[in-house]
T-cell receptor, first 113, second 110 residues
Framework: KAGVTQTPRYLIKTRGQQVTLSCSPISGHRSVSWYQQTPGQGLQFLFEYFSETQRNKGNFPGRFSGRQFSNSRSEMNVSTLELGDSALYLC????????????FGPGTRLTVT | KQEVTQIPAALSVPEGENLVLNCSFTDSAIYNLQWFRQDPGKGLTSLLLIQSSQREQTSGRLNASLDKSSGRSTLYIAASQPGDSATYLCAGFGNEKLTFGTGTRLTIIP
């Protein structure tokens, strides 16, 4: 069974631009969560989607948004990029949305210049 | 607000030794606890998941325990190998989200 895939793997953007990251969960998994990882803040929860509905959201500004499609694939969008948005963005999938085992993708490394 | 702490932040041990990594959490109302490893620049690999009704889980040389009353979890690694070198993260699921610890960077010295 294929694992969680994320595209692109690396991205370089300029301040003020917007970016869209994609995540394809493990086949059969309906929950997708997104996390931001930085050296200073560690791993922080962004949001979780289940059956195309956002179930929970972390403490991030409205510039961070996401959505989930009917095939469970998810996208995350960051508008008006800031230097502080440079991070590793990780996506995780799980069978259900309440605390089942999470499987992570390789991440997208975003650099904002 | 759930806070998860991992001590020590870094640990170096000779190959072949057994070792214990510690994880403490402030809110005992966690639903489950999961241990991960992360290699440099990579994503997270799930090691063990302990459901709230369980006290421990084992996989090969790894054993993880959960004591909700004391707010602690431990990951025991037996007969350590150089390939075990990585950052180990624990994460508690509560309040409808996963809260991660800051991790322990483990180095196994050949």
């Amino acid at each position: 069974k294929a694992g969680v895939t994320q595209t692109p793997r690396y991205l370089i953007k300029t301040r003020g631009q917007q970016v869209t990251l994609s995540c394809s969960p493990i086949s059969g998994h309906r929950s997708v969560s997104w996390y931001q990882q930085t050296p200073g803040q560690g791993l922080q929860f962004l949001f979780e989607y289940f059956s195309e509905t956002q179930r929970n959201k972390g403490n991030f500004p409205g510039r961070f948004s996401g959505r989930q499609f009917s095939n469970s694939r998810s996208e995350m969008n960051v508008s008006t990029l800031e230097l502080g948005d440079s991070a590793l963005y990780l996506c995780a999938s799980s069978l259900a949305w309440r605390g089942t085992e999470q499987y992570f993708g390789p991440g997208t490394r975003l650099t904002v210049t | 607000k759930q806070e998860v702490t991992q001590i020590p932040a870094a640990l170096s041990v000779p190959e072949g030794e057994n070792l214990v990594l510690n994880c403490s959490f402030t809110d005992s109302a966690i639903y489950n606890l999961q241990w991960f490893r992360q290699d440099p620049g990579k994503g997270l690999t799930s090691l063990l998941l302990i459901q709230s009704s369980q006290r421990e889980q084992t996989s090969g040389r790894l054993n993880a325990s959960l004591d909700k009353s004391s707010g602690r979890s431990t990951l025991y690694i037996a007969a350590s190998q150089p390939g075990d070198s990585a950052t180990y993260l624990c994460a508690g699921f509560g309040n409808e989200k996963l809260t991660f610890g800051t991790g322990t960077r483990l180095t196994i010295i050949p």
